[in-house]
C-alpha cells in the first residue's frame, strides 16, 4: 500500500509564494511520474505540473514561469514551488503519483488528500 502526504498549502497575498510537498511511502518498488494537480470551487479539476522520472517536466500554461516542480527521488518527494501567485490559483492541490509496488508487475495511480491554496487580492 502506498501513502501520500501533502504539506505546506495555506493562505497569501497575491504576488506571494507558497511550497508544496507531497512525500510518498508504503511498499514502493519504483514511481514512475508524481505530478501536481488542482482543483478550484466548480471547476474541474486540471494538471499544474508533472515530472516524470524521465523525459521533460511538463505545465499548465497558467503556471509556466511562475511554478516550479522538483523532485528527491532518495525521498519519493515531489516539491511545487510557486512564485507570484495570482487569486486565480486558488484551489485545492492534490499530488499525483504512478506507482508500481513490490507486490504487483502494474502500475497504479494514488492521490494525496489535497491541500488548499488561498491567494488573496
Known amino acids: 500500500q502506498v501513502r501520500l502526504v501533502e504539506s505546506g498549502g495555506g493562505l497569501v497575498q497575491a504576488g506571494g509564494s507558497l511550497r508544496l510537498s507531497c512525500a510518498a511511502s508504503?511498499?514502493?518498488?519504483?514511481?514512475?511520474?508524481m505530478g501536481w494537480y488542482r482543483q478550484a470551487p466548480g471547476k474541474q479539476r486540471e494538471l499544474v505540473a508533472v515530472?516524470?522520472?524521465?523525459?521533460?517536466?511538463r505545465y499548465a500554461d497558467s503556471v509556466k514561469g511562475r511554478f516550479t516542480i522538483s523532485r528527491d527521488t532518495a525521498k519519493n518527494t515531489v516539491y511545487l514551488q510557486m512564485n507570484n501567485l495570482k487569486p486565480e490559483d486558488t484551489a485545492v492541490y492534490s499530488c499525483?503519483?504512478?506507482?508500481?509496488?513490490?507486490?504487483?508487475?502494474?502500475?497504479?495511480?494514488?492521490w494525496g488528500q489535497g491541500t488548499q491554496v488561498t491567494v488573496s487580492s
Open positions: 499525483h503519483c504512478i506507482v508500481r509496488e513490490y507486490s504487483s508487475s502494474s502500475w497504479r495511480n494514488y
Open positions: 508504503g511498499t514502493i518498488f519504483s514511481i514512475e511520474s
Open positions: 515530472i516524470p522520472s524521465a523525459g521533460s517536466t
